[in-house]
T-cell receptor, first 111, second 111 residues
Framework: DAGITQSPRYKITETGRQVTLMCHQTWSHSYMFWYRQDLGHGLRLIYY???????DKGEVPDGYVVSRSKTENFPLTLESATRSQTSVYFCASLGGQAEAFFGQGTRLTVV | SQQGEEDPQALSIQEGENATMNCSYKTSINNLQWYRQNSGRGLVHLILIRSNEREKHSGRLRVTLDTSKKSSSLLITASRAADTASYFC???????????FGEGTQLTVNP
């Protein structure tokens, strides 16, 4: 299916565990982003990528790692999950008209 | 800190009324965008206005941009209950395609 998909949609993990959130887009967009959205708030940029093998930090990168070996995939890894990382995570890609296309989100709970 | 800040934080109106939301930002931009988020879903792009434009229309949406005041407004005319959602402004800055979002306005349209 065309679009941008995230997996899993829901995840519960324990403090200290490593967790990887997946993001896949079918458009071959160059730019991709990871945001987190805490309850009742806006989106904060974690990491972004301008192309395969090019990534850069956003506003809140601490505790997260990204990679982009292929244009279509942009996984986000929490190296050692903490309760403060409980949030909804959104992946997005940037279209040709500078508009962002968002995935459905991953709701992560760290217990 | 967030580049964009929306005002008001919450807005409740009756169906058929117009809804106006405002966004202020801090640094120079290439363009400003508005997005909509239904509860529990990803963001959906509504409209983009470039820094050299002052006003733009799309259906029932009207966006204005005042770069001297670093502010934008989104007007939804003849609102419907289905317009109930959170609305976010996003700016890219002039250094690249890194999108920064505000905290959002929660719009409730009562039938």
């Amino acid at each position: 299916d065309a679009g941008i998909t995230q997996s899993p949609r829901y995840k519960i993990t324990e403090t200290g565990r490593q967790v990887t959130l997946m993001c896949h887009q079918t458009w071959s967009h160059s730019y991709m982003f990871w945001y987190r959205q805490d309850l009742g708030h806006g989106l904060r940029l974690i990491y972004y990528s301008a192309a395969a093998d090019i990534t850069d930090k956003g506003e809140v990168p601490d505790g997260y790692v990204v990679s982009r070996s292929k244009t279509e995939n942009f996984p986000l890894t929490l190296e050692s999950a903490t309760r403060s990382q409980t949030s909804v995570y959104f992946c997005a890609s940037l279209g040709g008209q500078a508009e962002a296309f968002f995935g459905q989100g991953t709701r992560l709970t760290v217990v | 800190s967030q580049q964009g800040e929306e005002d008001p934080q919450a807005l409740s109106i009756q169906e058929g009324e117009n809804a106006t939301m405002n966004c202020s930002y801090k640094t120079s931009i290439n363009n400003l965008q508005w997005y909509r988020q239904n509860s529990g879903r990803g963001l959906v792009h509504l409209i983009l206005i470039r820094s050299n434009e002052r006003e733009k229309h799309s259906g029932r949406l009207r966006v204005t941009l005042d770069t001297s005041k670093k502010s934008s407004s989104l007007l939804i005319t003849a609102s419907r209950a289905a317009d109930t959602a959170s609305y976010f402004c996003a700016t890219d800055g002039t250094s690249g395609s890194r999108l920064t979002f505000g905290e959002g306005t929660q719009l409730t349209v009562n039938p």
